[in-house]
């Protein structure tokens, strides 16, 4: 090895020292050439490019017959006696500088922290952007991430986390969408293990009871977390489909109650938006849905237990519709959490009642606690009216959380007025208890 080789050599090992490898990156390579080996190949193609640069850049100094002299090290400046302050260091503010870099007014400005009124829901949540799953703790701080897929599209269309569940030991039903394909996954996180598995049994796959691609809706847990429904609709009409879970996931191995499905006399105009799944009384229950069509209420779905823990319909069964009186004007959007008025000898099912409506009317959307207490939303929270397919609405411990998952955003709503808006993207939000 010649004297420039072994000067290039020591110079190039120097360099290298003083890298410091990401410490998740052999972790990105190796999603990305599971993903697409085409971008790991020009990725390493640009790595050599600028290896290529790099030696360039190193080699110039370091020959000696090309006219370039040696420089020694510069001597160190002197520190201003009176300051201490390196006179010449570039790095003092410059007043003529500052003058001529002032930032355009009209321009962007540069970020300055966390965003007034973000704030944090008192409970554990897990949320959905995108293709992003991430779990949450009662501070905000992400306890779990999990990533579909790329290929295809893959998009988390619905949430739902199994009654009962913990941060410790957590289970939620996924729907997802890719190419026009529902899917149900099971996100599992067990001692800060997580994994999100595909179900391949077509019985437990949305939309497989149906011809075509119907509309499905859901899921949504039984409060015992015993099983899971959706309702699907299409131009054989609407069904509500149930299947059975125990802590293995889908399928209790009981035909009675592992895969029963239930016609629905809907309009076939009208889509629903299943919300829940509460007890109304003893053996009775109640699945709630509004529809995308935003009328001035809400449906009930009514469904009973059998003393086999079989889901039945009553004879004559019949959707109910439950119109939303007290404060407040304008479509019903969304809903949450129950408050069971009294009876008074009749139907308890016909009397249990949302704790919130979200409302949107002339003045705006609005959160409207029955039957009095009305909450303005912030001003694009929710897409115009016609477009508010996308609203929801959830309880998280004592606070009302409002979101769009067309715009990614929510809200946080308590009494008397909106708290702030949840840290995002967030299109689903399901708490976790």
């Given at each position: 090895m010649d004297p420039l080789e072994e000067r290039l050599s020591r110079s190039l090992?120097?360099?290298?020292?003083?890298?410091?490898?990401?410490?998740?990156?052999?972790?990105?390579?190796?999603?990305?050439?599971?993903?697409?080996?085409?971008?790991?190949?020009?990725?390493?193609?640009g790595a050599t490019a600028a290896a290529v640069l790099v030696g360039l850049a190193v080699i110039p100094p370091l020959l000696p017959d090309v006219g370039v002299p040696e420089v020694a090290d510069a001597p160190d400046v002197a520190e201003d006696p009176d300051t201490g302050?390196?006179?010449?260091?570039?790095?003092?503010?410059?007043?003529?500088?500052?003058?001529?870099?002032?930032?355009?007014?009209?321009?962007?400005?540069?970020?300055?922290?966390?965003?007034?009124?973000?704030?944090?829901?008192?409970?554990?949540?897990?949320?959905?952007?995108?293709?992003?799953?991430?779990?949450?703790?009662?501070?905000?701080?992400?306890v779990a991430h999990l990533e579909l897929p790329e290929e295809g599209g893959s998009t988390v269309r619905e949430i739902a986390v199994r009654p009962g569940s913990t941060l410790e030991d957590l289970t939620a039903a996924v729907f997802t969408t890719a190419e026009g394909m529902e899917d149900l996954r099971v996100l599992r996180l067990v001692d800060g293990a997580a994994s999100l598995e595909v179900v391949e049994d077509d019985r437990y796959r949305p939309g497989a009871t149906g011809a075509g691609q119907p509309w499905v809706s859901g899921p949504v847990w039984a409060p015992?977390?015993?099983?899971?429904?959706?309702?699907?609709?299409?131009?054989?009409?609407?069904?509500?489909?149930?299947?059975?879970?125990?802590?293995d996931g889908p399928g209790t191995g009981e035909p009675a109650t592992d895969n029963a499905t239930f016609a629905l006399e809907t309009d076939p105009d009208d889509d629903l938006v299943l919300v829940d799944w509460v007890e109304a009384s003893p053996d009775s229950y109640v699945l709630r849905a509004v529809t995308r069509e935003r009328g001035?209420?809400?449906?009930?779905?009514?469904?009973?237990?059998?003393?086999?823990?079989?889901?039945?319909?009553?004879?004559?069964?019949?959707?109910?519709?439950?119109?939303?009186?007290?404060?407040?004007?304008?479509?019903?959007?969304?809903?949450?959490?129950?408050?069971?008025?009294?009876?008074?000898?009749?139907?308890?099912?016909e009397q249990l009642s949302p704790a919130w409506v979200v409302r949107s009317g002339s003045?705006?959307?609005?959160?409207?606690?029955?039957?009095?207490?009305?909450?303005?939303?912030?001003?694009?929270?929710?897409?115009?009216?016609?477009?508010?397919?996308?609203a929801w609405a959830v309880l998280v411990g004592e606070e009302l959380v409002v979101g769009d998952r067309e715009v990614a955003q929510a809200a946080v709503v308590g009494v008397p007025g909106t708290r702030g808006l949840l840290e995002g993207p967030v299109e689903r939000l399901a708490p976790i208890r």
């Open positions: 090992e120097e360099r290298a020292g003083d890298v410091e490898p990401t410490p998740a990156l052999w972790q990105r390579v190796d999603r990305r050439i599971a993903r697409r080996r085409r971008a790991v190949v020009l990725g390493w193609v302050e390196d006179p010449d260091d570039s790095s003092a503010p410059d007043d003529d500088a500052d003058a001529d870099t002032d930032p355009d007014p009209d321009g962007p400005s540069s970020p300055a922290g966390e965003a007034p009124g973000v704030v944090t829901v008192p409970e554990p949540v897990l949320t959905a952007a995108g293709n992003e799953l991430r779990v949450l703790d009662a501070d905000g701080e992400e015992d977390g015993t099983s899971l429904a959706w309702v699907e609709q299409d131009a054989g009409g609407s069904r509500l489909h149930t299947i059975g879970w125990d802590d001035e209420g809400w449906v009930h779905l009514p469904l009973t237990r059998q003393a086999d823990g079989a889901w039945a319909q009553e004879p004559g069964a019949e959707v109910r519709s439950m119109p939303a009186t007290g404060a407040g004007e304008g479509p019903v959007l969304a809903l949450a959490g129950t408050s069971l008025a009294d009876a008074d000898g009749g139907d308890a099912t003045e705006g959307p609005v959160a409207v606690r029955l039957p009095d207490t009305v909450v303005p939303l912030p001003e694009g929270l929710l897409v115009p009216e016609a477009d508010a397919s996308g």
